[in-house]
């Protein structure tokens, strides 16, 4: 069975892919920048990006058309190598409290987690899906924020 709609694509989709996907992490990272949290711009920019470069991978070598489930396989290493990063953030926030917060740096750990799945999106054509993860993440962010 083909999967047509994850088939190689031009030097030019391939552009645009990976342009949403620095876009994505741009517009996460910039909001967790100008708060001043540990991951920011450049950490979601290259979250966003690696992960769209691990998904671009398998569908320009024709992987995808050929075993769909290495292609499974990629996402979940993805999302096994992601927790890692946001691992990072939140015992780097820990690491350094002195007072009775155990846990902090949960929602940046999200943000990273969300902002994979932003590239993964992006990755595969959905570039709609990406953006309009992005925007909902902002909100989440800023918007949400004001009411907790």
Avoid: H
């Avoid at 920011?40 to 990006?49: A, C, D, E, H, N």
Wanted: hydrophobic share 55%.
């Amino acid at each position: 069975m083909k999967i047509t709609a994850l088939a190689p694509v031009t030097e030019w989709e391939l552009i645009i892919r990976l342009g949403v996907a620095l876009l994505v992490g741009v517009i996460l990272g910039l909001e967790r920048e100008l708060k001043g949290k540990p991951a920011g711009l450049r950490t979601y920019m290259l979250v966003s990006f690696g992960t769209a470069i691990f998904m671009v991978t398998p569908i320009q070598l024709g992987v995808v058309q050929q075993d769909g489930e290495a292609f499974s396989r990629v996402i979940q290493g993805i999302i096994a190598g992601i927790g890692f990063v946001g691992g990072g953030t939140i015992l780097q926030r820990t690491r350094n409290r002195t007072d009775d917060e155990a846990v902090k740096g949960l929602t940046s750990a999200a943000t990273i987690w969300v902002t994979a799945a932003l590239g993964v999106a992006a990755a595969c054509g959905l570039w709609q899906l990406a953006l309009i993860g992005a925007g909902v993440s902002l909100f989440i962010l800023r918007v949400v924020r004001k009411v907790e």
